[in-house]
């Protein structure tokens, strides 16, 4: 039986010093952590512009470079931290959703090495796997290293350019590792996660490739007869493409995040002597031309050496030798089948032959040890340009959490990984967007509102005012949830309100005398109707004397019956002594007019609430109209009085968000006259730290409306669309209205086109001004899901359950555990 070996025998690595990894034979390497593009984001344009970032970055390193690309994906699930401080009902049951919640973790290195000038190469045969190497017999020239650093230097700096992607250097403790954590060449020999614990394991070359209690199968592309007849920067991905558009993924991601098992995808460029390599070619070309005769193989073989030549010179390409493979791994014998069938699939996906190597399995193993890529096995590469090899690079990376503090969870489109994803202040901070405000467009049973209350309860848990404008009861059961104030009109329980109130902490400043002055108006004079200056001046002193007077009489509760007494009692004794003539100001008829807001009138209800009152301070406000909209007197008032709600909170709550989000209720206030209100709130609420929403349904709303055509889309950076599959044959003209990109188009079009069965989730379009679009998934948990359903049987159970158990809660939680049982 063989004797075990210490790997510090075999260890190809002499030392990390200054950041850089040294090897036995006196090659140097450079280690970057890469931060890739997010997968299904770029565009056709986007892919061709990363592929040349790539191809000008790696042609600038010096000859005799190595070009190591290394990504890892690595199965880990989900970590719920239930230790929040003061989580709520909803937030607890969404992190115990998705708890264990398996995804692919991504991590991607790039390393460069230098080989010192002479170095003879690698085979299978002569790897020092096998020999033990002696120190180099040329020392390492300080101008060759310092040419190496320059050239290193450039390739950061042409990738970090390129916009697509970010470059950190490692330092020694990430190469070497430290007690806690691993080093990122024990993170290669042991297989081990970036935050694990370090650990010894053994590693079986024998009879297969073995790393502790994993069983691991290698994959390579190391053939020119192996590899796709066509190769390019981008290929379609045909589950997400439509009739009328393509969407792409990098021309490898089969191979990358595509690929859902624990795997390393190597990706080597070598880079020689230019000169050198053409001068073997012509040479090799000529050989084949005196064996031409004998073979037709040899004459093909001719003539593709000859073209390769001609194209080489013709064309200045770059010739190098490549290799790619895959080491996928896993602890479960059981799953071996598994993993052999999905990356072979994946490699003839893109028309490549899979090759699984046995016999030189372990000499490639060992060469991608980080620091050892100048032993890789010559053997085992092929010759091509930059070009083509470049399109094998692995492009992209999985969603990204953002680290913002506010923001929406939802989930990666794949796997249902949760994402923070802040659609607010980190695109301002980053100059993306100008403006906070949003635009929200899905027809009927796209999952509007349910994604609408999801984003609305995010705001609100993050301290954010919101006030809601609802037609339709859908945030009914949300705002009973966070005990918000519920406006609604029925027959038992009229929609009340009291404009008068000043609540604590608030004062009667100018706003809201104005605000009390048009709502008189309104009720006063019909829409035709003009005022003049006296009867405005009049209503200013009557307010005025009536306020002065609740300050000194403390038992004068503020509402509109007590200011209809001042007026009818005292302040008509006031105009009499200022000798105010009835033309300028006819008393009699203004409270003949506001007689039935008055106790025992027809509306006495409306002006005169007891309850819900201190509305600045309260942070979840929904109007619901769907009774009113149609009313000639409740709902013009009702608006005027949202609007003086929100234009309240916009000016007095300083340094606190505020959110104003109008359903389809927008269009009947439109119609009241209130355009311009909505016209003056989108193009102002962002200097009060505030945002407004509208959401809409229907095309032709957007089209027919001169409100919604100028001042809420030109306003709205951020625009979210929902699946739009209806509208696919007539899409041109929303694309046109609304500004959206080729590439947008073509996310948008792919909205729920590959759904995975198994979850029950809709997807959403989310635009941060042109610059940023992404689709996510919105997968709540069973808790979030009846708070915020809009199905009518749903909501009628919720409610029952709610009086049932004594708290909408309590009754969720039981209905939870009713379906799961």
């Known amino acids: 039986m063989a004797q075990p070996i210490d790997i510090e025998q075999l260890l190809p690595v002499y030392k990390v010093e200054n950041d850089c990894l040294l090897s036995v034979r006196g090659d140097i390497t450079l280690a970057y952590e890469l931060t890739l593009p997010e997968i299904f984001t770029l565009s056709n344009e986007e892919y061709e512009a990363f592929h040349q970032a790539w191809l000008k970055a790696i042609k600038i390193l010096p000859k005799f470079t190595v070009f190591h690309k290394q990504d890892w994906f690595i199965a880990d699930k989900i970590q719920a931290d239930f230790e929040q401080d003061d989580i709520s009902f909803l937030s607890r049951a969404s992190e115990r959703f998705f708890n ?266 060992w060469a991608g040890l980080p620091g050892n890529e100048a032993d890789f096995p010559v053997n085992d590469t092929f010759d091509t340009f930059a070009e083509q090899a470049v399109c094998f690079l692995n492009m992209e990376t999985g969603y990204r959490s953002s680290p913002s503090p506010v923001g929406i969870r939802l989930g990666d489109r794949m796997t249902g990984r949760p994402v923070n994803v802040d659609i607010s202040d980190e695109p301002m901070k980053r100059g993306i967007i100008t403006n906070r405000n949003k635009f929200i467009l899905g027809p009927s049973g796209s999952g509007k509102s349910f994604f609408t209350n999801h984003m609305v309860r995010s705001y609100y848990e993050q301290g954010t005012h919101i006030v809601l404008v609802d037609v339709g009861h859908s945030y009914r059961g949300l705002c009973d949830l966070v005990k918000g104030y519920y406006f609604t009109y029925d027959e038992k329980n009229p929609i009340r309100f009291n404009p008068f109130y000043i609540g604590a902490g608030d004062i009667l400043d100018t706003e809201k005398k104005e605000s009390i002055k048009t709502l008189l108006l309104a009720l006063w004079k019909k829409d035709d109707e003009v005022f003049g200056r006296a009867e405005y001046v009049a209503l200013s002193n009557a307010l005025q004397g009536y306020f002065e007077k609740v300050d000194k009489d403390g038992s004068l509760f503020p509402c509109f019956n007590t200011f209809y007494d001042y007026l009818q009692n005292e302040f008509i004794e006031v105009l009499k002594a200022d000798k105010v003539k009835e033309k300028d100001f006819d008393i009699d008829n203004f409270l003949y007019v506001l007689r039935p807001y008055y106790k025992g009138g027809e509306f006495d209800y409306l002006l005169n609430a007891t309850e819900n009152l201190d509305l600045l301070t309260e942070r979840f406000i929904v109007f619901e109209l769907d009774n009113i909209k149609d009313h000639p007197i409740l709902f013009p008032v009702v608006t005027i009085i949202i609007m003086e709600v929100f234009i309240s909170k916009m000016r007095k709550l300083k340094g606190i968000r505020k959110m104003i989000l109008i359903e389809e209720a927008w269009k009947a206030i439109a119609k009241e006259g209130m355009a311009e209100y909505i016209k003056y709130l989108f193009k102002t609420v962002r200097k009060f730290y505030g945002e407004a929403i509208v959401v809409t349904q229907e095309v032709e709303d957007i089209i027919s409306s001169p409100v919604v055509k100028q001042a809420i889309i030109n306003n709205s950076d951020c625009k979210i669309l929902l699946d739009q599959s209806k509208y696919q044959n007539k899409f041109d003209a929303i694309q046109e209205l609304l500004g959206l990109t080729e590439k947008e188009k073509a996310l948008i079009l792919s909205i729920n086109k590959a759904n995975d069965p198994a979850r029950k989730y809709k997807e959403v379009f989310i635009s941060l001004a042109g610059m940023l679009s992404r689709v996510y998934a919105t997968e709540v948990s069973p808790e979030e899901y009846m708070a915020y359903t809009t199905e009518e049987s749903e909501k009628v159970k919720v409610m029952q359950y709610a009086r049932k158990y004594g708290s909408i809660e309590k009754g969720i939680a039981a209905l939870v555990n009713e379906h799961k049982k």
């Open 100 to 365: 264990e919640r398996p995804f692919l973790n991504h991590k991607c290195y790039v390393l460069l090495t230098k080989k010192p000038g002479g170095r003879k190469p690698s085979t299978s045969l002569y790897s020092n796997l096998l020999r033990r190497s002696l120190v180099p017999e040329q020392t390492i020239n300080p101008l060759m290293f310092q040419e190496f650093l320059d050239g290193a230097g450039q390739f950061e700096r042409i990738l970090t350019d390129s916009g697509f992607v970010g470059l950190r250097r490692l330092n020694s403790d990430e190469l070497a590792g430290t007690d806690q954590q691993p080093g990122l060449l024990a993170q290669y020999l042991f297989l081990q996660a970036p935050g694990e614990v370090p650990a010894l394991k053994d590693i079986q070359l024998k009879d297969g490739l073995k790393i502790g209690d994993n069983v691991c199968q290698l994959y390579t592309l190391s053939d020119a007869e192996d590899l796709p007849p066509a190769c390019g920067s981008r290929i379609n991905y045909d589950r997400y493409c439509t009739d009328r558009t393509k969407f792409s993924v990098g021309f490898a991601a089969t191979l990358g995040q595509l690929l859902s098992c624990n795997h390393i995808y190597n990706q080597y460029i070598f880079i020689d002597d230019t000169a050198k390599t053409l001068k073997n070619l012509e040479a090799k070309r000529r050989r084949l031309q005196s064996l031409s005769a004998y073979s037709r193989e040899n004459a093909i073989s001719r003539d593709a050496t000859a073209d390769f030549l001609n194209e080489a010179i013709s064309a200045q390409r770059l010739p190098v030798k490549a290799h790619f493979n895959i080491l996928a791994w896993t602890d479960d014998p059981a799953e071996l089948k598994d993993i052999r069938n999905q990356v072979a699939s994946a490699m003839v996906q893109m028309d490549a032959t899979p090759k699984q190597q046995t016999d030189g399995a372990p000499q490639i193993f």
